[in-house]
């Protein structure tokens, strides 16, 4: 199970790399977004997948019994898409109005920062 | 998206998901649910609201700004922690009392009020966030 | 759960039943000030003025609270209070020690700098769209970073920092702002998501995430896992975070775009935030994988003062200028942790503090010089002396205490590091920090001479008057002051350097302390 749950991470590695290598900011924020997927599959596996009992100890219990799930991955994951989840609604607003004012979704034309043809340093007085 | 038929419904399927994120919120201490699922429930029911009746008409409902929300949510939950130095315990330590009201046991917590500080964060960000974009669309 | 009767669990199993002392509450203080001051800002969106009161009320309250912490870890050793009483590998740790306590020391001064920068940059548009609760919260998010125990905990707080620095740089919306967010945003996120993944490896090896259970179980687990491979990838991570050399594109791409006050928070925070991540992962978790990796972060850190420099040189924007030199900054605080040795890093925890400081100061005094000439450009600048002498002067004390001259706070820092260079004869190095020193006089005198002596171009200069900036320079020169003593009495400041560099090289009092009596049994 472990194996082809690392295959897939790989393959939303793969795709998300892929994407954020890309010029247009738009294909950028899909490649993140899929990036934030790949970690989580990562630190679900990393948690080892073990059964899919809910980890509940009976009332007259103080051990679980045999074989529940890992629990600890689960909060990292559901932490850590609230936080990508919240972060891609931001940066989907921050990228449109980028669009709207810069008018290019092209980060090679994006130059407003850093205007292309800026002046050298005065050299003297 | 302003036909008869969904400004009719629009508020009684609003104050319906309001109350079941209510709902949800309280089931969340011992069943799936709790502050973040409640908030997202309630934030959707005012996009609703916003989609079928418009933005001012939710601005004028919740009477706060979204973002006045968010802010008491986040100042309930850090008082939550802090109620810990009262009694000597870490910080965030859940604190329990149960009071007995008109013969029914009631389990209040300390994390009952972080979590409806949860819910109030999400709501207002997620609300604000949505009526933001809302706006925008019918500009 | 209709049932009426009281779990009875056996208490002492599960939690830390030790009362916590009123003074161990300070560990939490900043962050519980952040969040309840931040909040009651986001609740008075119209009441600008309030808000601003508010906040600074807040931020004195905070660095108050730093001050408590500081002083209490310098008595007692490390703080620990373990969050919600859970026993320490599975709760929580918050864990101040000398590291942690010092950084979030000056954090509070920085933020408190800011804040009170921000009364006269930040107008009532940018404190509504929220310049006071955004500060409040990265304020908050930095402060616990540098005092969290826990790594995945300092992931959130990242995030936290994170998302508040994103409100805060696009605060205006301008173009430049929108572009130099975007990049910014990007990159950032990038990085935070790497560091992430390294988490996720971390708890897949050592099963816990607790950085002192970690540190106690690396040794044994040297040779087991990819463990190289987790300290690359956080060596990759951190080092975007804190702009080290090949990682450094986004930093002059948005540092200029925001409101003065806010680059001035960014350069004094933010990219420090990586560089206490990177000493406290390779020098109290991984010191063995530091050791192999030493050679690369020496190289890396020798190309980054160098060309953070050399960047400097080559800009016409002051605020550019100021963004180079913060990269070059970090490139000394690098050339310790690639030394390890107790000098090296007591030179880089020295050095860290003395650029929070010096790094807002500057770029404060940018702010000021800025609103005098009407312009951040090199080529336009002049006039200030003959309006300003005294600035000359705060300008001048500033200038040297950057480029490591005395009788400034730059220069003890720099003799630490070459030193400590020179002792285990990686002379490169110490020529680099020697370089980087001479290329960055160059720089800011550059702009010192152009700016001050040069004749003003323009003739309607008197436009721009010192009464608006009259809250903006006692900011500035408060943390000029800071300098001035740490360079004219440096010795308490070593000292505390010192023993924060000791108890780094031995990690035990740390794990000692936030595992306290229970350490045998947990294993």
Known sequence: MEVAVAVLTGVFFFVSIYLILSRHIIRILLGIAMLGNGVNLTIFTAGRITREVPPIIGADAYVPLEGIANPLPQALVLTAIVIAFSFFAFLLVLVFRTYQELDTDDTGEMRYAEPRDEETPPLGY | ?139 | ?523
């Not at chain 3, 804040?115 to 107008?123: E, K, R």
């Not at chain 3, 087991?224 to 060596?235: D, E, R, V, W, Y």
């Not at chain 3, 900054?329 to 860290?352: D, E, K």
């Open chain 3, 1 to 523: 759960m209709a049932t009426t009767e009281k779990p009875d669990v056996i208490l002492e199993d599960a939690f830390v039943l030790a009362e916590p002392a009123l003074a161990d509450w300070f560990i939490a203080g900043p962050l519980i000030l952040g969040f309840m001051f931040g909040s009651l800002c986001l609740m008075q969106r119209k009441n600008t003025l309030l808000q601003a009161r508010i906040a600074i009320v807040g931020l004195v309250l905070m660095l108050l609270a730093d001050i408590g912490l500081f002083l209490n870890v310098l008595e007692n050793g490390t703080v620990v209070m373990t969050m919600g009483r859970w026993f320490p590998p599975f709760g929580i740790t918050f864990a101040a020690d000398m590291l942690g306590a010092t950084f979030a020391l000056i954090a509070g001064i920085v933020g408190l700098a800011g804040g009170i920068y921000g009364l006269s940059d930040i107008d009532d548009t940018g404190r509504r769209y929220g310049f006071y609760p955004f500060l409040l919260l990265m304020m908050a998010g930095v402060t616990s970073a540098f005092l969290t125990g826990d790594i995945f905990n300092l992931y959130v707080w990242f995030e936290v920092l994170l998302i508040a620095s994103f409100g805060l740089i696009i605060l205006g919306s301008e173009r430049e702002q929108l572009d130099g967010a975007t990049k910014y945003a990007v990159l950032n996120l990038v990085a935070t998501t790497l560091f992430l993944i390294g988490v996720a490896y971390l708890y897949g090896i050592f099963g816990t995430l607790n950085m002192a259970d970690i540190a106690r179980k690396a040794p044994a687990l040297q040779n087991t896992g990819p463990h190289f491979t987790i300290a690359i990838l956080f060596l990759f991570a951190f080092g975007m975070k804190a702009a080290a050399f090949p990682l450094n594109a986004w930093l002059p791409a948005s540092y200029h775009t925001p409101r003065i006050a806010v680059s001035a928070l960014f350069a004094g925070l933010l990219t420090k935030v990586g560089i206490y991540a990177l000493l406290r992962i390779f020098m109290t978790m991984f010191p063995e994988d530091r050791q192999e990796l030493a050679l690369l972060i020496a190289i890396v850190a020798a190309l980054t003062m160098l060309l953070g420099a050399l960047g400097a040189i080559a800009q016409t924007d002051i605020r550019r200028l100021m963004g180079y030199l913060v990269i070059s900054g970090i490139g000394l605080m690098l050339a310790g942790l690639a030394l390890g040795s107790q000098i090296g890093l007591s030179g880089t925890v020295f050095y860290s503090a003395h650029s929070m400081i010096i790094m807002t100061a500057l770029y404060l005094l940018t702010g000021v010089m800025g609103g005098l000439m009407g312009t951040f450009d090199l080529g336009r600048a002049g006039g200030l002396y003959a309006r300003a002498p005294w600035l000359a002067a705060l300008c001048l004390v500033l200038i040297f205490a950057a480029s490591g001259l005395p009788p400034f706070s730059g220069v003890w820092p720099k003799i630490l590091l070459v030193k400590g260079a020179i002792d285990v004869g990686i002379w490169w190095l110490a020529a680099a920090i020697l370089v980087s020193g001479l290329l960055t006089t160059i720089a800011l005198v550059r702009m010192f001479s152009f700016s001050f002596w040069r004749p003003a171009a323009e003739e309607d200069l008197e436009a721009f008057s010192f009464a608006d900036h009259r809250i903006a320079i006692s900011a500035t020169v408060g943390l000029a002051a800071l300098t001035v003593i740490a360079g004219i009495f440096p010795e308490p400041f070593i000292q505390v350097s010192d023993r924060v560099a000791a108890e780094l090289n031995s990690p035990t009092s740390y794990i000692e302390a936030v595992f306290g009596s229970s350490t045998e049994e947990a294993n």
């Open chain 2, 1 to 139: 998206m302003r036909t008869l038929i969904f400004r009719t419904v629009a508020p009684y399927l609003t104050s319906l998901m309001v109350l079941y994120s209510v709902f949800v919120l309280l089931r969340g201490h011992n069943e799936p649910g709790g502050g973040f699922i409640g908030g997202l429930i309630a934030a959707s029911a005012l996009a609703i609201y916003g989609i079928a009746c418009g933005v001012s008409p939710v601005r004028r409902a919740i009477r706060f700004h979204p973002m006045a929300i968010a802010g008491f949510g986040l100042f309930l939950a850090a008082f939550a922690g802090v109620i810990s130095i009262f009694v000597d315990v870490p910080f965030l330590t859940g604190l329990w009392i149960y009071p007995v009201l008109f013969g029914v046991e009631l389990k209040l917590s300390t994390t009952l009020i972080f979590d409806i500080g949860v819910y109030l964060v999400v709501l207002g960000s997620i609300t604000s966030t949505a009526l933001a974009l809302e706006e925008r669309e019918r500009d």
